[in-house]
């Protein structure tokens, strides 16, 4: 069983926003850092954002830069991700990943490679 499971993802008109939430099952996310990925139809799995465990580090693709957010609140054991101006090529299924990083608080990394704990996913579609 997964300890990641997304939500938040739904049918939405262009230049509309979501905010998608990954909620983590263990413990403790105190240690992981944690990524968010998606997948368009045809296309392979992308790593859209990312941030460390102590929530000093994030990055974007550029496809998103200026457009998503992403944060963490590690008490309550969840990430989140603040999308919005969404626009058809960001449908795709949105994935949650996490990989517990004890040596380094300030790692962050969007490779897919990276990551051992996965959400199921949850749809974005972005249609007029």
């Known amino acids: 069983q997964s300890r990641l499971s997304e939500s938040g993802g739904g049918l939405v008109q262009p230049g509309e926003s979501l905010r998608l939430t990954c909620t983590f099952s263990?413990?403790?996310?105190?240690?992981?850092?944690m990524g968010w990925f998606r997948q368009a139809p045809g296309r392979e799995r992308e790593g859209i954002s990312c941030?460390?465990?102590?929530?000093?580090?994030?990055q974007y693709d550029d496809s998103v830069k200026g457009r998503f957010t992403i944060a963490r609140d590690n008490a309550k054991k969840e990430v989140y991700l603040e999308m919005s101006n969404l626009t058809p090529g960001d449908t795709a299924v949105y994935y949650c990943?996490?990989?517990?990083?004890?040596?380094?608080?300030?790692?962050?990394?969007?490779?897919?490679?990276?990551?051992?704990?996965w959400g199921q996913g949850t749809q974005v579609t972005v249609s007029s």
């Open positions: 990943a996490g990989e517990p990083r004890f040596d380094d608080s300030n790692y962050c990394d969007r490779t897919v490679g990276e990551y051992r704990y």
């Open positions: 263990g413990p403790t996310l105190n240690y992981y850092a």
């Open positions: 941030i460390s465990s102590n929530g000093g580090t994030t």
